[in-house]
């Protein structure tokens, strides 16, 4: 159970803080919801509290954990599979765990691909999502801002695909 003013993740939505828990009634039923709002883009998310941990809330990682997200960046990319539509699912699956490091692997990968081939729009439109997930997650654990965590990211990416 999680309370006020605690920093969670969504998985496909990204991070934020419980502004508020609330009962409604919904189909003749009371239910009680968490009112998130998502660090980085305001948005407010209605999560029953009754499945969290079927649906993978979680609460943030520490500061720490963040770091090693971040110098996780500098390190090579493994095999990049040529299958698109394969790459795609696997993508998906990686970010609907919502593992921030199965995010990172996502949003490198997306980025370095990106940067020697180009992407398709799906996978734009991926990278895009997942880079958002990752990034409001390490705002809220590094108490950071979103474009000075987004340029570090950035100089990392391009670093590995100059050298």
Do not use: C
């Amino acid at each position: 159970m999680y309370n006020i003013g605690d920093k969670i993740v969504y998985p496909m939505h990204g991070a934020g803080i419980i502004e508020a828990i609330e009962v409604k009634k919904f189909l003749k039923e009371k239910k009680s919801y968490y009112i998130m709002k998502i660090a980085t883009s305001g948005m407010v998310l209605m999560i029953p509290t009754d499945n969290t941990e079927e649906i993978g809330v979680r609460s943030i990682v520490d500061k720490q954990t963040a770091l090693k997200v971040i110098k996780e960046f500098s390190t090579p990319v493994g095999e990049f599979n040529e299958n698109w539509n394969k790459r795609y699912r696997e993508n998906m699956l990686k970010i609907r765990t919502g593992n921030i490091f199965e995010v990172l692997k996502v949003v490198k990968d997306l980025m370095v691909h990106d940067r020697q081939k180009g992407l398709s729009t799906g996978e734009r439109k991926m990278l895009n999502n997942s880079k958002h997930i990752l990034l409001s997650e390490l705002v809220l654990a590094q108490s950071k801002d979103y474009t000075y965590l987004d340029k570090i990211l950035e100089t990392e990416i391009e670093k590995l695909t100059q050298g």
